[in-house]
């Protein structure tokens, strides 16, 4: 069911604040936001190191649904974004376990298909599961682009292997020419067999 956890979504009062923190001085990488007028509240992902992402989410105007939860504070961790493969699935296995869900939505056409589990049936945190295409969500330039499996790059003294993250964008390695060179031995010894 659980394909791996998206991000963390942080509700902030001061969303300039939060991005100049989290992008002009910690690097991240801003990558898709958008404005919602029926909750009354922006968001937007950025990606960090390893895509590992965050969301910073901020109301717009009253009214907003992070109202209470910014009442007596600035900011904090607001819920985790579990990526899942099949939102019906995991409807119904939370259904055959007896773990009550809400907020079912669909946006965009059926491109994000979400629910929530409420903080008191998961421990105290507010879980959010969502069936989605990851790189949808990225900025271009971390996707990993065409239909191959694998990038191969060099320099004078080292490789860069890089594949597709099932997070979207890229993982990359990076080997000496002589750790590249027993990688390339021990490939074709397997492939030998």
């Not at 968001?43 to 960090?48: D, G, H």
Request: aromatic fraction near 12%; include cysteine.
């Amino acid at each position: 069911m659980i394909q791996r956890i998206d991000h963390i979504s942080i509700a902030v009062r001061d969303y300039e604040k939060a991005r100049q923190f989290f992008q002009d001085i910690l690097g991240a990488i801003p990558g898709a936001g958008a404005q919602d007028d029926t909750l009354n509240f922006f968001w937007k992902i950025f990606s960090l190191g390893d895509l590992s992402r965050i969301e910073l989410i901020t109301p717009t105007s009253k009214g907003s649904f992070l109202e209470g939860f910014l009442k007596n504070r600035n900011g904090g961790v607001h819920h985790i974004t579990i990526q899942v493969s099949n939102i019906k699935a995991a409807q119904d296995k939370l259904n055959e376990v007896g773990i009550p869900f809400f907020g079912y939505h669909e946006y965009s056409g059926g491109v994000w298909k979400e629910i929530f589990i409420h903080p008191k049936d998961a421990f105290g945190v507010l879980i959010q599961l969502a069936e989605f295409n990851a790189d949808d969500w990225l900025a271009h330039e971390l996707r990993f682009h065409g239909t191959e499996k694998y990038c191969i790059s060099s320099t004078n003294d080292s490789i860069m292997i890089s594949f597709p993250h099932p997070g979207g964008g890229t993982f990359s390695v990076t080997l000496s020419k002589s750790d590249a060179r027993k990688l390339c031995d021990d490939i074709n010894a397997r492939i030998s067999r």
